[in-house]
C-alpha cells in the first residue's frame, strides 16, 4: 500500500478511532523487538519512562521481530494473536500491511504533534512508506571488522569486496541468514551497477549470480539471525568480519572497547518502527495507542539516540540528538546519516522485497543447505 493523502486517511472507515478518554486499557504489554543494543535503547528511551508514569503497567519483552512475519501469520491463522506491537523493518512491515496483519492507522489523530508545531505526517515525512508503519529510526546494515587479524599482515580493508576476499582477508565471516541485502551486496561485488541492482534480481539468473557469487564464501560463513549476534562473534573472534546494523557495532566499539572497526562502504538503510497486530480487542488496542503515542514523540525518539547510533524518524527529533547518555561522546558522527559516511550507500527497495521476499527466500533457504 502506499501513503495515502491526508484527507483519504480521514475519509477511511478501516482507520482507528481516536481513544475515548474513558476507554478502558489493558495493564499488560507485550511488545516484540530485536534484542540486544537496540531493544536496550528502547527499554531506557521509552519503556521504562511510560512505566514510570503508569506504574500499574507491566512490559513483557519478546525478541522474536526477525521472524515477525511467520509468526504473526501463524497468530491470525489460529485466531490467537498474543502480541500488542511489534518492531519490524520496512519491507516486513509493507508485507504485513498487504496482508492485512497490521492495522493501517491516522498518523495525525494516533501520534503526537512535532514539539516544532508540525503534525505527525509532516514530522515523520517519507518514513512513513506505507498506512501501518510507524516509524522510530533510521538505520543501516553495515560490517564491522577485528583490528588485531595477524593474518591479514596490517592490511584493512576499505571497501564491501574485502567480504568476497580470502585471499587478502582470510578468515570467517557472519552473515544474515536471509537474503535480504546480501543477494544486492553479492551483485555489487560481481560488477552490476547500483542502479541496476533490481532490475537483475527481477530475472531468476540475477538472484542465481547473487547466490554464485555467495557461494564463493559460502564455507566461510557463519549465518545470524539475531542482530546481536555479529557483535558477539566479532568480540569473541569467531570471526573477522560480518554484517550486522550499525547500533550494534557502536555499542561493541564505543561501549565494550572491542578491537572491531567500521566499514561503512554500501551500507544500506532501512526504516525501522512499530505495526499493531489486526483483531486486538479494545482494551488492549486503547493501551497500545497510549503507550505508541508516548512512545514515537519528539522527546522520547531523540532520547533513543543518547543510547544508540540510530538517527530518529521524527525531523524535530533530530536537533535535540547530543551526545550519549553514558560515554559522553557526540553521536552525530556515529549516525549511519552522517554526510561522512555516506559515500557509498544504498536505500532498501522496500517495495521490490515486499513483493519478492517469500519466493526469494525459499530459493535463498534451499541454497544454503545444499
Known sequence: MKLKSLAALVASTTLLAPMAMAEEMANELTLVSWGGAYQKS?????AEPYMALHPEVKIIWDESSNEAVAKLRAQAEANNVTWDLVDVEGPDSQRLCDEGLAMEVDFDTLLAPGTNGSTP???????????????QIVFSTTFGYRTDVADWKGKVPDSLCAIFDLENFPGKRSLEKRPKKNLEWALLCDGVKKEDLYTTLDTP?????ALAKL?????????????????????DGEVVMGSTYNGRLFSVIEEQHQPVAMLWDWQVFDFDGWVIPAGLPADRLARVKDFVKFATDTQRLADQAKYISYGPARASSQPLVGKHADLGIEMGPHMPTNPANQKNFLVNNIEWWADNQDDVEARFQAWLVQ
Not at 528502547?42 to 521509552?46: F, G, L, P
Not at 509532516?122 to 498506512?131: A, E, H, K, Q
Not at 539468473?205 to 549470480?209: Q, Y
Open 215 to 235: 557461494g564463493t564464501i559460502k564455507d566461510q560463513v557463519v549465518w545470524w539471525s539475531a542482530g546481536a549476534d555479529t557483535p558477539q562473534l566479532l568480540a
Open 121 to 135: 505526517t509532516t514530522d515523520f515525512g517519507p518514513s512513513l512508506i506505507n498506512d501501518c508503519f510507524i516509524p
Open 205 to 209: 539468473e540475477g538472484v542465481e549470480r
Open 42 to 46: 528502547q527499554v531506557r528511551a521509552y
